[in-house]
């Protein structure tokens, strides 16, 4: 089952008081969604090259370090998207990115750009979960677009 029993019944297509583009309300909500899945395999991919470090596995090593790269430019990429869709603007994309060198500073900085997305979307009534939006709310969103 998709969704809670117990939630009260959500009404089809955008609220007629939402004062924001779907079409930006959309890109925010994808790119806040893509953000939490590159961080968790970021994380993964983190554990998996410690673990391959420890265990004196070459071939491993070589592998969980190109996996790393792939990811951190994948991050890059999500984070500079998420800063460009929540300000509408680049520059905020690009102190990210320069922020992103620094783990504790690139940390702290997609925290604050991640909590403005989602004040956005919130106050535009669109769900948002612990790994972003759900499929259902981008599903919503998208099926605005189409009406």
Known sequence: MDS?????????????????????????????RVVCFTILFGLISSGVAIWARNHDLPVMQVLGLAVLIFVGIAQAVAMFMLAFQAYRSIIPGLILIVL???????LVALAYVNQKATERLKANRVRVGFMGPPKSEIARLQASLLE
């Open 4 to 32: 809670n029993p117990y939630e009260s019944p959500a009404a089809s297509g955008l609220p007629p008081q939402a004062h924001e583009d779907v079409q930006q309300l959309f890109k925010l909500a994808k790119a806040q």
């Open 100 to 106: 992103a060198i620094f783990p504790f500073f690139g």
